[in-house]
């Protein structure tokens, strides 16, 4: 797929002195088929994308609306409390799933609040990072009091996200010439994080970044974006930063690391 491109997310109202292009967007793709569409035309699309961007955005995939519109709702209820209250589910040494303000990319401080959930709970990870230490630990979600809502909401959100992320694998499978399955086979027992995202209105927008740009280290990054923008990433041709706006019910594809790895 060539070199993941690079993205960050700009604070409110902030626009990074970057050359900013919004003649084009990144390509939109519609992931139905019909008479007019068929498989290979799909294929082909995805893999352009791939080649081409690292990014693509995704309609009629299938993912309900009101399913998405109940986590979005949960979410703002939650974020919307006194930071004391958010501090009692904030992650911590032991467990790195919860709440977080202070997070830093490339060492330099986001302008942001997160709330990070595993899809699979509890998710089994490996004790350490030493080649030597065989054991493993568990990470468990963290649940607030308030919202109530919220978990019942984003087990049912994650389930839809997760069959969305596998057909986007067969998808980009067939694009590389591979059997459908090629490349889900490697996810079954994946380790996949879920991340509520906030950005709350910053008084000197001109120092600050949502997110400072970056690239994902996964297999794919799903993203939900609202109707503010701010979303910008840098096109593989030719260097440019290129803003993305908002696609109403749209998800936004990043291509990750993971998915660059050679396959024997």
Partial sequence: MGEVDEAFIQAVEHRPKLTITEAEGIPLINLSISNSKSIETLVG???????NWGFFQVINHGVPFETREKLESASRKFFAQATEEKLKVRRDEVNPLGYYDTELTKNVRDWKEVFDLAVKNPTV???????ADNGLRELVNRWPE????L?????????????LAYKLLELISLSLGLPANRLSGFFNNHTSFFRLNHYPSCPIPNLALGVGRHKDGGALTILAQDDVGGLQVKRKTDGEWVQVRPTPHAYIVNVGDI???PIS
């Fill in 45 to 51: 699309e995805i893999g352009d994308a791939c080649k």
């Fill in 125 to 131: 990870i490996p004790a350490s990072p030493e080649a």
């Fill in 146 to 149: 308030y919202p109530s809502e």
């Fill in 151 to 163: 978990r019942v909401a984003y087990e049912e959100y994650a389930k839809e996200m997760e069959k």
């Fill in 259 to 261: 998915i660059q790895v």
